[in-house]
């Protein structure tokens, strides 16, 4: 199974953002993850527009989209016109799940779910077929820095169930505490991407970091 990891700009320097953009071109990194966070779906402000079509301008990884707000279909259009690859939304935060997947299809982006610690994943069996991401998270979502959730570990083995059944396409992603110490178990369970912020811009080799939660035998 092909391993990836998604560094998040979430824990970049923002000083010196297109250094650390550049710094994951260099790296074995397969995506670049922005949090988009509106400090009411979440209790925390990230950033909007102009950082990611920053990073859209500076990245060659594909830009994956990570939307933490109310009312994702608000944004969705102008989101997909900046050029990104993935967007995805919380289910949790809207109403017609359906409807915006659709939306995101519609401008040739490809739709990705998320899901708080406390959803199941019996929400998806409707949809499944129509998603090409879950991303499951492993932290309460807000902040960067948070202790991983256990129990992540059989909600991934339980939605890698549901794919297979479904034959969906779906990919599986999983954010929040994501480090060394259990990037291999996270994988072995059924993980496709791997988001990782701190664990990757906080550490003195970033290049690194990444090589060393990607090398596993």
Not at 136 to 148: A, E, H, L, T, Y
């Amino acid at each position: 199974m092909e391993r990836n990891i998604s560094p998040s700009l979430l824990a970049a320097d923002f000083g010196n953002l297109e250094k650390e953009i550049t710094k994951i071109n260099k790296s074995k990194a397969s995506w670049l993850h922005c949090d988009i966070m509106d400090g009411v779906f979440v209790p925390n402000i990230s950033f909007g527009f102009p950082v990611v079509e920053l990073a859209a301008k500076i990245s060659v990884k594909p830009l994956d989209v990570h939307l933490m707000i109310i009312e994702p279909e608000k944004f969705i259009d102008r989101f997909c016109k900046i050029g990104i690859d993935f967007l995805t939304f919380h289910a949790e935060a809207c109403q017609h799940i359906h409807r915006a997947i659709q939306q995101i299809k519609g401008n040739n982006v490809k739709a990705g779910l998320s899901l708080n610690p406390h959803t199941p994943i019996d929400i998806l069996r409707d949809i499944i077929g129509d998603l090409d991401l879950v991303l499951i998270m492993s932290v309460n979502p807000g902040f960067g820095g948070q202790s991983f959730i256990e129990h992540t570990y059989n909600k991934v083995e339980n939605l890698k169930e549901l794919i297979i059944r479904s034959k969906s396409k779906a990919v599986i992603q999983v954010d929040g505490g994501i480090s060394k110490a259990n990037a291999e178990k996270l994988f072995d369970s059924g993980a496709d991407i791997l988001v990782a912020g701190t664990s990757i811009f906080h550490s003195k080799d970033p290049i690194k970091a990444i090589d060393e939660m990607l090398q596993y035998d």
